[in-house]
């Protein structure tokens, strides 16, 4: 007799245990991208440091094991990942997995809180646009849509800095956290959600067009369907149409792109965390590649990999949710 | 008349008395200063790591034998040195009193702990100035010994103990894996402010050392706090906010720092920076045969307008370069020296008269030219050259590449037929700068010789002038060493420049010694 699985747990599982293979190519691969780039950690730090007497150079080689031949590191790495060690970073002089820890939660915070006013605020000036089409409303819409769109994040961080901080202070400058006031309990979340608004603002604006543009034509285009008109026939109007039939079908595109979004949006954040010095994974990989920090861009990009394999899993079940006739195999 | 004078007399002196108390009363005590810092520091220990971006914070913690100020070398830990007649020995008396952060007394067993197993072993730049070291006797706790089996300057040792002299706790280090010692990254030093917190990629914050050893009364600040900013934009955003008082070592965009010196809040200039002089160079190959010819490098020098680059580049903060020891360097500097000015026709006769006249397209022949990565100045001097040399018939194509990349094309793989970067002067010509004229460096050796320079004359020059006791004489060998740079010309040393801070006029005291970036910052208070 065998115990029943429900079918969403073995769906689920089935697809982590497909997605493992995945990640170790995901590993192999970046390693040896990064190992094509001229030059490693060393020179990086010597760099830094403005020079450094050849057996100093030699010595640190030897302790990093950059003195071994790419091959050897490949295997050492990939021994030390099996058993979940993502090693030492020479650049933070931390264990990397203390480097990733401290900034992922300041990273997912910036991304979930940007993505929800992306989708929310998107989903619902599309729909008005979509129902208002070709009106007044909806090219205003469109157009600032259009406009939050075309404009560079960096240029929108900087924007926005200029006004708020500079000009008005209202706002800080950047970082997670008023450095120096020690504060605690909802004090504390006030202050990080402060310092949070800049940057949410800065990297939804350009999500929430790509929803709104998606949801306004996919709210045409359902309104024009069968089922639609046999609803407004039945005497379903106004709210109800919307929200019932209308939305919940329309949703689907737009959840797609919420779930492949997920990925560039650790992307963007790059751009902003680093205008906005927040201490995030964005920010972490861009100074790891320029620092030629292996290990630490390893750790990000195996990360990074499992929460896109994550979210991709949730947006499948999403979707069975949504729309009942798909299911879950 | 007489009366006169001695009123005259008085009454300056009641000036300086009114002026000292003025002082000492105007001092405000507390506060937090907050400064600007582009990148994170992995290792906190001077004794570990030569470099400005670690004394610009390990500086407040952990101090040096001997520190330089307007008024020349004075004590930190040590308070007198002496160099024996033969110059095999010489001798540190130490400050008495002085406790570490943890309560222990600092004594002659940390200097000679420190100087053997990290100045001699770990240091970059220090294992080679110290490569003589022997040992390090302790007489007596407060007398420290430096034995060298050859000759050591104590001009040489005097001058480089700033940068490369600062001990650290030999309790806290002995019997440990010095490189992965957890105080690498919270240091313990005798300095006026005590390390308190590092928040990777926030902020580093230091507080007051209750019991620093000038006095009660120093430090004047509670706190100093280091904030991590890597955008230059935004960090002049956070200066013009008020949310950091200082940005140091060019931290800012030109641009920005230019807007803002005309703004009253702030203070601007080069000050501060005397001992952190770096050159804007032209660096050739000379495996390359059209490089090879002197008159090529010399048509080339010719080509350059200096004056125009320094005033639109550095905005006129620095001057034209005299060959590999800049005007910092003092005695051990001179103008004396052959100078190439800007004269288009003569750089186009040289080039004429070397062979390489130019084709149809007006181009005589082509460079691939690296600049280095090093920020604002490198990349518009890079470009500035590319546009110097289309005028005179060189055609120069610009391979940008990041810091890694840089370093392994020009000093590994010679990939490259000029490069441009810039070279800090480290107090004394023979801590840094004649390493990089001297041949015989193992190939990839970052600021090494990556020309392929090779001269007996010049190799003879730089170790005479490394092992001369004589301060007068050793004076003259780089002199020397200068003239005849300049005439073989392996690498232009085109601009002399100091770096730049802008501070926040809350900040008193500030940039008062030729290293202030790095020095301890006991006498700084903020006006608010």
């Known amino acids: ?329 | 008349m007489r009366g006169m004078r001695g009123r005259l007399l008085l009454l300056g002196g009641a000036l300086c008395v009114i002026a000292a108390t003025a002082h000492a009363e105007d001092v405000k005590r507390g506060g937090t200063a907050v400064i600007h810092m582009v990148s994170e520091q992995g290792v906190l220990n001077p004794a570990l790591r030569a470099s400005t971006g670690v004394y610009q914070i390990s500086g407040k913690i952990i101090e040096p034998l001997i520190d330089k100020t307007y008024d020349g070398y004075v004590g930190v830990l040590a308070t007198e040195w002496s160099s024996s007649p033969d110059g095999k020995a010489i001798t540190f008396k130490l400050r008495e009193g002085v406790k570490w952060h943890d309560g222990k007394p600092f004594s002659c067993d940390d200097v000679a702990f420190t100087a053997m197993n990290l100045w001699k072993k770990l240091l970059n730049y220090s294992t080679t100035l110290q490569a003589n070291l022997e040992a390090v006797d302790c007489p007596t706790p407060y007398t420290a010994v430096f034995r060298y089996s050859k000759p050591m300057p104590l001009e040489l040792l005097v001058a480089a103990m700033p940068d490369l002299g600062h001990p650290v706790p030999k309790h806290l280090y002995e019997g440990t894996d010095i490189l992965k010692n957890p105080y690498n990254q919270k240091p313990v030093g005798t300095g006026p402010f005590k390390f308190v917190e590092y928040k990777r990629g926030e902020y580093i914050i230091a507080e007051r050392n209750k019991d620093y050893w000038r006095g009660k009364q120093y430090p004047y600040l509670d706190r100093v706090i280091w904030r991590f900013i890597p955008d230059k934009a935004a960090a002049a955003a956070a200066l013009e906010a008020g949310e950091i008082h200082e940005s140091g070592f060019n931290g800012i965009s030109m641009e920005d720092m230019v807007r803002l010196s005309k703004d009253p809040r702030f203070d601007f200039g080069s000050k501060g920076f005397e001992n952190n002089v770096a050159h804007s160079t032209v660096e050739f190959n000379l495996r390359n045969p059209i490089l090879a010819d002197l008159r090529v490098r010399q048509a080339i020098y010719h080509a350059l307008d200096i004056d125009f680059a320094l005033k639109t580049i550095m905005r006129g903060h620095g001057k034209p370069g005299r060959g590999p020891i800049p005007s910092a360097g003092g005695a051990n500097y001179t103008d004396n020296v052959p100078t190439y000015p800007f004269d288009l026709d003569k750089a186009k006769a040289l080039l004429d008269e070397a062979g390489f006249k130019p084709d149809a397209n007006g181009i005589r022949f082509k460079l691939r030219h690296r600049p280095a990565p090093w920020g604002e100045y490198t990349q518009l001097w890079a470009e500035y050259f590319a546009q110097a040399m289309k005028k005179v018939g060189i055609q120069v194509e610009l391979v940008t590449n990041d810091a890694p990349g840089f370093l392994n094309g020009v000093y590994r793989d010679h990939d490259f037929d000029t490069a441009n970067g810039w070279h800090q002067f480290r107090a004394d010509p023979a801590v840094s700068t004649t390493v990089w004229l001297r041949s015989g460096a193992p190939v990839g050796t970052a600021w090494s010789n990556q020309f392929g320079y090779k001269s007996d004359k010049m190799d003879n020059l730089i170790d005479a002038a490394a092992a001369e006791l004589d301060p007068a004489k050793r004076a003259d060998l780089y002199h020397q060493i200068q003239k005849l740079e300049m005439t073989d010309l392996p690498v232009i040393f085109a601009i002399e420049h100091p770096f730049l801070a802008i501070t926040s006029k809350k900040l008193r005291n500030h940039h008062n010694t030729p290293r202030w970036e790095s020095s301890s910052w006991y006498d700084l208070w903020l006006d608010q």
């Open chain 1, 1 to 329: 007799m065998s115990l029943p699985v429900p079918p969403l747990l073995a769906y689920a599982a089935r697809r982590v245990v497909q997605a493992i293979p995945i990640i170790i190519l995901i590993m192999i691969g970046s390693f040896l991208l990064i190992k094509l780039a001229p030059g490693d950690t060393v020179d990086a730090l010597v760099g830094d440091m403005g020079g450094a007497d050849p057996a100093f150079v030699a010595r640190l080689r030897a302790e990093y094991g950059l003195d071994q031949s790419v091959m050897v590191q490949l295997w050492r790495y990939m021994l030390k990942l099996a058993q979940f060690d993502f090693g030492w970073s020479y650049v933070y002089e931390q264990p990397v997995i203390t480097v990733l820890t401290s900034r992922i939660g300041n990273t997912m915070l910036l991304m979930v809180s940007s993505l929800a006013v992306a989708f929310t605020f998107g989903v619902a000036l599309g729909a008005i646009a979509a129902r208002r089409a070709y009106s007044w409303t909806d090219n205003m819409i469109s157009t600032l849509g259009l406009v939050f769109y075309a404009m560079p994040s960096f240029f929108l961080s900087l924007l926005l800095i200029l006004i708020f901080s500079v000009k008005l202070g209202w706002l800080p400058v950047g970082g997670i956290r008023t450095i120096g006031a020690f504060k605690t309990g909802w004090a504390d979340v006030a202050d990080v959600a402060r310092h949070l608004v800049m940057p949410t603002a800065a990297l939804s604006l350009i999500y929430l067009a790509f929803y709104m543009r998606l949801m306004r034509t996919s709210v045409l285009e359902v309104m024009d369907l069968d089922f639609v008109r046999t609803a407004r026939a039945k005497g379903a109007g106004g709210a109800r149409l919307m929200f019932h039939h209308v939305m919940r079908n329309a949703l689907l595109p737009v959840v797609t792109l919420l779930g492949l979004q997920f990925s560039t949006v650790l992307g963007g954040s790059v751009i902003v965390e680093t205008i906005f010095s927040l201490p995030g994974i964005g920010q972490l990989a861009y100074t790891s590649v320029v620092k030629r920090d292996l290990n630490t861009l390893m750790g990000i990009i195996a990360i990074s990999s499992v929460i896109v394999v994550i979210v991709n899993v949730v947006t499948d079940l999403v979707y069975a949710w949504l729309d009942p006739r798909i299911e879950l195999k």
